[in-house]
């Protein structure tokens, strides 16, 4: 991922134009990121697709036509042009056996800026390329959009998809030295919402979790009243609250490759934590099962987690009547969804419980 950075650090992108193209085809390269070219003029909901801003030179010359950079009394060339042309978007759709998606969008338009949002971009693609050798239920949309008018033209575009997207996070800011910030969606209490929560908590590492706002990054446009998408974002230090912020000085020092690893780390466990919440039925629900006649009661013995084992499946068996998820009894009972999914699978193997299947909606099959 830093390497990744390193390379896109001196690209002059913009929300439209060339240094943009040039991001998304090296991402290309990576990911098989499906490019789209919306013409300038284009309207997307209450906004028009503007010109492209393409920069071709700029710099400063002293009085003998020399190009400078000491401090003195200069002349400023900056050549560039602002044109009919299109609005660039990247987008990667990884199909699982649902049709239920997982959106996750980062912005791409931002100049030379590591953390803001190159640390993003990175992330995002990252987690493409992990996921597309990793068994998924959900479906996984990628979007590398121009901030604001990337994330408007998409879902002004891509309306019929809308109803799939079950959990969305916008990834950006990930790479300095803070602790992570999630910004809950306007819903507030999502799955996507929960389950960041619960991982976070779990993660043993200092983190905040921060109600929803309506400023911020593109979770503005996903969480817009009439899209009410369940889009969280998951970030370092806040934007704004850091004097590195929108400056020369958020470069390729300020993001740290451990701080990106981690990040991706926090991710996978979210997606494994959604991939997995699923509910299910005890299938012996009158009083107690025998645990110890199935070989479950003290089956890691001797072992200092013994207790919490058991524990995690008296709980799994107490709340599978159908109506609970595996999330609503991790949050339940104060134990990671790690135990508890690992009782489930330990009591489904024995046939004490299976998947509840007709609590699963429709739409998410
Ligand atoms: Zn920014």
């Known amino acids: 991922m830093y390497r990744l950075i390193s390379e896109l650090y001196p690209i002059c992108r913009s929300i439209t134009g060339d240094g943009l193209r040039q991001t998304l085809r090296r991402l290309r390269e990576q990911i098989r990121l499906e490019l789209s070219e919306v013409p300038t003029g284009t309207q997307v909901f209450d906004w028009t697709v503007p010109k492209e801003w393409n920069i ?42 649902i049709r239920g998606e997982v959106l996750i969008s980062c912005h791409t338009c931002h100049p030379s800026l590591c953390n803001d949002n190159l640390s993003g971009i990175a992330l995002a693609a990252s987690l493409a390329r992990v996921l597309a ?45 803070g602790e992570l910030h999630y910004k809950k969606s306007r819903r507030g209490n999502a799955e996507i919402d929960r389950a960041v929560a619960h991982v976070l908590q779990h993660s043993g590492q200092p983190h905040k979790i921060l109600e929803f706002s309506p400023y911020g990054y593109d979770e503005r446009q ?22 590195e912020y929108h400056t020369s000085a958020d470069n390729l020092e300020f993001v740290h490759p451990e701080k990106l690893a981690d990040a991706l780390t926090a991710c996978l466990t979210i997606f494994s934590l959604l991939e997995n919440n699923q509910t299910y039925m005890n299938l012996n629900p009158k009083c107690e099962p ?35 998820s595996l999330l609503d009894i991790a949050e339940r009972s104060g ?31």
């Open 56 to 97: 071709r030179d700029a710099y400063v010359k002293n009085a003998r036509g020399e190009r400078v950079l000491k401090d003195a009394e200069y002349e400023v060339c900056i050549d560039s042009t602002l044109e009919d042309g299109h609005l660039t978007y990247g987008e990667y759709f990884l199909p699982g056996e």
């Open 133 to 177: 050798v990793a068994p998924h239920r959900y479906s996984y949309r990628f979007l590398f959009v121009p901030g604001t008018i990337g994330a408007i033209t998409w879902l002004a575009r891509n309306e019929d998809k809308i109803p799939h997207i079950k959990h969305g996070l916008v990834l950006t800011g990930v790479g300095d030295a």
């Open 222 to 243: 996903y969480c817009s009243p009439g899209i009410n998408l369940p889009v969280g974002r998951l970030s370092r230090t806040p934007h704004g609250t850091f004097p």
């Open 290 to 324: 025998q645990l110890g006649k199935r070989g479950l009661y003290r089956m890691v013995g001797g072992s200092a987690d013994a207790g919490l084992s058991e524990m995690a499946m008296l709980w799994v068996l107490n709340q599978s009547d159908g109506r609970n």
């Open 335 to 365: 134990l990671s969804f790690d135990s508890i999914q690992k009782a489930a699978r330990a009591l489904e193997e024995h046939e004490l419980l299976r998947k509840d299947f007709k609590s699963v909606p429709q739409a998410a099959r």
